[in-house]
């Protein structure tokens, strides 16, 4: 993939393009209101639109893959597509799957997402550590040889989150609060940033975790559900330049028209850029 670790690469891009992510999730409602049939080649119309649109100027790009998946293989050839085009106009791409699973068949996600030989292969994805943060050993030894980053799920932005993430471990530490830890000691002495993310709704609401783990915090939940640049501000304090702020509807919602989408990245970027200073 590249020498550069995604650490390095994801703090390049927020200080030279912004801390706007644009999610390019295809919602069967979206390719209606495009004017698109609901089978792949309506998928594969919106899909590039979004990536022409967005790509040579949003820092990451953050495709969902289970709008992808649902058209089977021909679905995920168009995402391996996406993935390819956001690249090459100088996006990094974080894959949004949210995986785990026992470490053994977390390795193979992580050769299919992380090992540049894999046509799936992104800078960076989303996972899952509600089988045990160690559970995903495989993925972050995966990701330090190829230069790649992952997201863990902490805080997440739906409602029924914090059952979960918001429940005492044995230390009386939150649950959420053990895995911005342990990320923490994984990135613990990377410069400029560390690859291992936190994924941190913008819609939290009051929060007391310690967001200074030396690494990205994706903030999905911008826009369409609500969060705000000055939730952001609130929620991570000064932990704010670290942040990328995730929003799929509210700019899918702009097309078919590129232009509107490509003016909303400049919109996103400007507001974060005078909240978050
Ligand atoms: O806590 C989380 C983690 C991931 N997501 C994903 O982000 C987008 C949000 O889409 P919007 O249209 O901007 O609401 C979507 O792909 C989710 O799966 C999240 O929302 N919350």
């Not at 990320?183 to 690859?195: D, F, K, T, V, W």
Request: charge should be negative; proline fraction near 5%.
């Amino acid at each position: 993939m590249t020498s550069e670790t995604f650490g390095a690469r994801v703090h390049h891009a927020l200080a030279t393009r912004g801390q706007f992510c644009v999610g390019i999730d295809p919602h069967a409602g979206l390719l209606a209101q495009w004017g698109l049939p609901d089978d792949v080649s309506g998928l594969e119309r919106f899909a590039m639109t979004v990536v022409e649109a967005v790509a040579p100027s949003a820092s990451v790009v953050k495709p969902q893959s289970a709008f992808y998946e649902r058209f089977g293989s021909r679905g995920v050839a168009v995402l391996e597509r996406v993935i390819a085009e956001s690249r090459a106009a100088g996006a990094l791409v974080l894959l949004d799957v949210k995986r785990g699973d026992i470490g053994s068949t977390t390795q193979a996600y992580a050769d299919a997402y992380l090992d540049p030989a894999s046509p799936l292969a992104a800078d960076a994805i989303t996972a899952s550590p509600y089988l045990g943060f160690g559970s995903l050993d495989p993925m972050v030894d995966t990701a330090r040889r190829h230069g790649a980053g992952v997201f863990v799920l902490a805080l997440t932005s739906n409602k029924e989150g914090p059952e979960v993430q918001h429940a005492r471990a044995d230390d009386g530490g939150t649950v959420a609060g053990g895995v911005l830890r342990r990320l923490g000691e994984l990135n613990a002495g990377a410069e400029p940033l560390g690859s291992f993310g936190a994924v941190v709704g913008a819609t939290i609401g009051e929060t007391d975790e310690s967001f200074a783990i030396n690494g990205p915090l994706l903030a999905p939940g911008f826009g369409a559900q609500g969060g705000t640049p000055a939730d952001l501000r609130r929620i991570f304090g000064s932990a704010a330049g670290a942040v990328l702020a995730s929003s799929s509807r509210e700019v899918l919602r702009l097309g078919p028209e590129p232009q509107a989408m490509t003016d909303a990245v400049r919109r996103g970027n400007d507001e974060l850029a005078e909240a978050l200073a």
